[in-house]
C-alpha cells in the first residue's frame, strides 16, 4: 500500500480491535445468562484477541514474519478447540 500503512498492519490492527469487540460482547452475554456456553464462546474470541496482539507486536518486533507462522497456528488450535468445547457443551 502506497503512502501508508502496510496491509498486515492494518489486518492484524483490524482483527485485534473486532476480537477485542466480539469478546465483549460476549461477556456481557455471559453476565446476563450465566451460561458457561457463552463463557466459552468469550475465552475463544478472548483467544483471538491476544492472538491479535501477539501479532501486531511480532510485525514490529520480528524481522522475518514467517516466524509468527508457528506461534499464529498455535492459537488457532486453541481457538478451536475451545469453540469445540462451547458447541458440545450441554445445556447452559
Known sequence: MANGAPVENIATASLTVFALALTLIAL??????????????????????????VLSLGLFVVPDWE??????VLFDLSILTVFYLAALKRGG
Do not use: I, Q, Y
Not at 32 to 48: D, M, P, Q, T
Open 67 to 72: 516466524e509468527l507462522l508457528l506461534p499464529s
Open 28 to 53: 456481557r452475554a455471559w453476565r446476563f445468562s450465566g451460561s458457561r456456553k457463552v463463557l466459552l464462546l468469550a475465552a475463544g474470541f478472548a483467544l483471538f484477541f491476544a492472538k491479535g496482539l
